[in-house]
């Protein structure tokens, strides 16, 4: 069960995202915990992100088989909504290689709102977020090779220059309508969950597998925490 999540300290939102795991019999792989290299959105663009990943990729190539699907999910904002089995029948039935979230914002460069807007107008969730991805294992190793990096790299920006690259060699879908991957982020209103804790988007009539709370305090994380698993309790502070 691959979620493969980015880490390197304690956080509440962590706390969330890995009780949401364990309630899914779910055990994700945390990688980077203590590293000493900062990583800060507002500072250096998550490229440590993308080190972090690639370090663990090239340590343990051989570990997973290259079939085997991965998904490569932010840590510290996500809630997992449904078993893996859920999240592996959704990925094949959209039928392509990446499957990644989108937004309703295009962020770091709006620079870019065009050439998306192009590919999708009528669709509200139409920008990338890599809070969530979805691939082969094999396929990750190959992407995090065919474009370079430093920790200073804004590593959505970077999956955004894959994605509008002609020549990639990767068939990568958007998940316009929101059936693998929910984020948050001016999409409240458009959502909801019923008393057993599954996810209605309204405006897609999807119900998507993870709700990603992107810029998100982490109050408004444990309201989506209760609403999804709504006879669970939970401590946030941190371990």
Known sequence: MPI?????KPDPGL??????CELNQIKP?????????????????????????SEYLEKNANTFKDDE??????AFDVIVVEPWDHLVA??????????????????????????????????PWRYINTGSLMMPFGTLKRLIKYRSFTTKTDDQLWFQEVFFDK????????????ELFQTVF?????????LKGRWLNRITNSSPSIIHGNAMPVNMLLHLF?????????DTKNS
Not at 4 to 8: E, K, N, P
Not at 69 to 74: A, E, P, R
Not at 107 to 122: E, G, Q, R, T, V
Not at 167 to 178: A, E, H, V, W
């Open 15 to 20: 706390n969330l995202f890995l009780a949401s």
């Open 29 to 53: 792989i945390i990688i980077g915990m203590n590293d000493p290299r900062p990583m800060d959105h507002k500072v250096n663009g998550m490229g440590l992100k993308l080190v972090i990943l």
């Open 4 to 8: 493969l999540s980015v880490a390197t």
């Open 226 to 234: 209760r609403m999804t698993f709504p006879l669970v309790g939970i």
């Open 186 to 194: 001016d999409s409240f209103e458009d959502i909801s969950a019923n």
């Open 90 to 123: 959704k990925y094949h039935s959209l039928h392509s290689e990446i499957i990644v979230s989108v937004e309703k914002n295009c962020h770091p460069d709006p620079k870019l709102a065009p050439a998306f807007d192009a590919l999708a107008p009528n669709k």
């Open 69 to 74: 699907i991965f998904l490569v999910s932010d």
């Open 167 to 178: 020549s990639k060699p990767f068939q990568i879908t958007l998940d316009y309508n929101c």
